[in-house]
């Protein structure tokens, strides 16, 4: 009877039925997994979360659960929302950074009007859209079973 | 017939929400006041009072407004996208990275041929030789990675609605 159960059931110690809706999300070879949330969502949430979703939804909903519940157990005070405040900051930084490239070449191209750096500018311009061309065609794998972080 | 010192006047949302006597010490009080049910009570949706209560009594005290407030982010985040929550947020943060890095790259590869073309003159091999080694340090252009497998369009309404202003919590 045991040898069945999925993670859930194995740590809430009940009977893992064929229509469990936790276990194809919380397998048992994997009980960290459930520990964590359950941890932090409790059982009974996440069961009504789940089952408030379509079936094809409900694995990205438990592995953003998971992850959730990962980043709240390693920081208790913020969570992920802790990484939500870093990426601000990151692109707080760029933006600033970019705007002071932006303004430094502007400043260059005013000064220098060269046909040797227009050309080069041109050259520039067709090798970026050389390569843009490129990367239309590139594909990335996904990621969200692996973390993305 | 009921005592009326069984009746708190002053219970804080918390336990307004679940019925029970507010007593001086109890740890929802100072974070979950009586004019702010609804923060509460999505608390109490999406993580539940218990665990609530468990994750506050593990942090120090000074600590407990900003838990309170991230775990009331989350919770909004959740209820608003039940599939990915602030999970949502945070790809569309990161996309929104890798692409000011790539601007950012692109802009730096200009500048330095601005600087190159200026200081001396090139040639037009010396140009597209440049140009090539400066495209070669950009970043490759991301198709989004874990961002296309939200297929939702959460992150898309999202974008219209700021994050959530966390006034209190010190930005890093």
Do not use: W
């Amino acid at each position: 009877m045991s040898s069945g159960r999925c993670a859930a059931c194995r740590y809430l110690r009940r009977r893992c039925t064929e229509d469990c809706i936790l276990s194809p999300y919380f397998p048992s070879n994997n009980p960290q997994r459930f520990v964590s949330v359950h941890r932090i969502y409790g059982a009974s949430n996440v069961t009504k979360l789940l089952l408030q979703l379509p079936t094809h939804l409900r694995a990205e909903a438990a592995d953003s659960l998971y992850f959730e519940a990962q980043c709240r157990l390693e920081d208790p005070v913020y969570g992920c929302v802790g990484l939500i405040f870093m990426l601000q900051q990151q692109i707080h930084a760029a933006e600033s950074q970019l705007v002071k490239t932006q303004a430094e070449i502007a400043v260059m191209k005013s000064q220098g009007q060269n046909p040797e750096a227009q050309q080069a500018e041109q050259d520039f311009n067709n090798l970026l859209l050389q390569q843009s061309d490129n990367d239309a065609a590139l594909s990335f794998p996904n990621q969200v079973s692996s973390g993305f972080i | 017939m009921r005592s009326q010192e069984s009746r708190s006047t002053s219970s804080c949302a918390a336990c307004k929400l679940l019925k029970r006597r507010c007593t001086p010490n109890c740890i929802f009080a100072p974070h979950f006041r009586s004019d702010e049910p609804k923060k509460f009570a999505k608390v109490h949706k999406v993580f539940g009072a218990s665990n609530v209560s468990k994750i506050l009594i593990e942090v120090p005290e000074e600590q407990r407004e900003d838990t309170v407030n991230s775990l009331a982010y989350e919770a909004e985040a959740r209820l608003r996208d039940p599939v990915y929550g602030c999970i949502g947020d945070i790809a569309l943060l990161q996309r929104k990275m890798i692409q000011l890095q790539h601007d950012l790259a692109l802009a730096r590869a200009r500048l330095s041929l601005y600087a190159a073309t200026d200081s001396a003159g090139i040639s037009n091999t010396d140009s597209d030789q440049f140009c090539t080694a400066a495209l070669g340090e950009f970043p490759v252009a991301c198709g989004g990675g874990f961002m296309d497998s939200f297929s939702q369009t959460s992150y898309e309404v999202n974008q219209d609605t700021h994050m959530y202003d966390f006034s209190q919590i010190p930005y890093i």
